[in-house]
């Protein structure tokens, strides 16, 4: 169970356009789902926490209307980075967590595949 | 200082010798406590989650959470190769669906 479905795996695209990136729960309902982003070599750095049906959470320092999220539905939140830059080249992941498992157990956040985009 | 803190490493092993890998987080209320593997290119994955004090063991690897000390471990028995990762260690300062705070994580090399 949990099963978290990211797409597109990898990605590449001219500078000054957008790509979007979706990221879907399949077997349960996520009403929150967060988005990160990895550098080479570099850990985990939160983006935003995406709120079903309402607006997403950005982390200081991420600009909200370069990454633009939208938790449309219980099952799929997008990440569409804008007017993409080269140094916006990076390994994009997205998580979430079943909230009907309990937080007891072997429960733990899901991430899905993640997405590699390279803007050249 | 930092929320999570972890030694970066490498941390390098022999096969089959005990890894151990730590973490120590600021918050003292933090309610649960996570160890994910990441190997290079790919996403995090979890290996254990803990929220009680003391030891939980599953398979080859144990977590342990000292609360009063604010430490919580992982312990890999019988090392093997396909081991050789990034493990990251991340908290959940007050429960529920909430963000996680991660550490920078823990390079392992086990070899041969």
């Known amino acids: 169970g949990a099963v978290v479905s990211q797409h597109p795996s990898w990605v590449i695209c001219k500078s000054g356009t957008s790509v979007k990136i979706e990221c879907r729960s399949l077997?349960?309902?996520?009403?929150?789902m967060f988005w990160y982003r990895q550098f080479p070599k570099q850990s985990l750095m939160l983006m935003a926490t995406?709120?079903?049906?309402?607006?997403?959470?950005?982390e200081q320092g991420v600009e909200k209307d370069k990454f633009l999220i939208n938790h449309a539905s219980l099952t799929l939140s997008t990440l569409t980075v804008t007017s993409a830059h080269p140094e916006d080249s990076s390994f994009y992941i997205c998580?979430?967590?079943?909230?009907?498992?309990?937080?007891?157990?072997?429960?733990?956040?899901?991430f899905g595949s993640g997405t590699r985009l390279t803007v050249v | 200082q930092k929320e999570v803190e972890q030694n970066s490493g490498p941390l390098s092993v022999p096969e089959g010798a005990i890894a151990s890998l730590n973490c120590t987080y600021s918050?003292?209320?933090?309610?649960?406590f996570f160890w994910y593997r990441q190997y290079s290119g790919k996403s995090p994955e979890l290996i254990m989650s803990?929220?009680s004090n003391g030891d939980k063991e599953d398979g080859r690897f144990t977590a342990q959470l000292n609360k009063a000390s604010q430490y919580v471990s992982l312990l890999i028995r019988d090392s093997q190769p396909s081991d050789s990762a990034t493990y990251l260690c991340?908290?959940?300062?007050?429960?529920?669906?909430?963000?996680?705070?991660w550490g920078l994580g823990t390079s392992l090399a086990v070899n041969p």
């Open positions: 803990i929220y």
């Open positions: 077997d349960f309902q996520a009403t929150t």
């Open positions: 995406s709120n079903e049906g309402s607006k997403a959470t950005y």
């Open positions: 998580s979430a967590r079943d909230p009907l498992l309990p937080m007891r157990g072997n429960y733990g956040y899901t």
């Open positions: 991340a908290v959940n300062p007050r429960g529920n669906n909430r963000k996680l705070i």
């Open positions: 918050d003292r209320v933090s309610q649960s």
